[in-house]
């Protein structure tokens, strides 16, 4: 089992940064693919970055060169640092977790309850 839970957002203007936290507990999720994944009012779940057991890193075309995903292991904790943020980055944020490497598909079997981004023009 792993239990997430993210913190960090909150309400910027455009261009602004925010740093979204997950920290995880649980028993050996070191070793576990991890993933920022937001939905919108009315949309579909879309996978953000995603983080796999070797430390690479995979985004969504939408937010490459704005988004950073990295991991601390000794704080367990997942980070996603997201800088020039637009309106349509607004949503609820989730962090995953599984042993499997779903990637950038809404396919994990763990899911924290989410915080809110929400970006003004």
């Known amino acids: 089992q792993v239990q997430l839970v993210e913190s960090g957002g909150g309400s910027v203007q455009t261009g602004g940064s925010l740093r979204l936290s997950c920290a995880a507990s649980?028993?050996?999720?070191?070793?576990?693919?991890m993933a920022w994944f937001r939905q919108a009012p009315g949309k579909e779940r879309e996978g953000v970055a995603a983080l796999d057991s070797d430390g690479g890193t995979y985004y969504a075309n939408s937010v490459k060169g704005r988004f950073t995903i990295s991991k601390d292991n000794d704080k367990n904790t997942l980070y996603l640092q997201m800088n020039s943020l637009k309106p349509e980055d607004t949503a609820m944020y989730y962090c995953?977790?599984?042993?499997?490497?779903?990637?950038?598909?809404?396919?994990?079997?763990?899911w924290g309850q989410g915080t809110q981004v929400t970006v003004s023009s």
């Open positions: 995953a977790a599984d042993r499997r490497g779903w990637l950038l598909m809404p396919l994990y079997n763990y």
């Open positions: 649980g028993d050996t999720w070191t070793n576990s693919y």
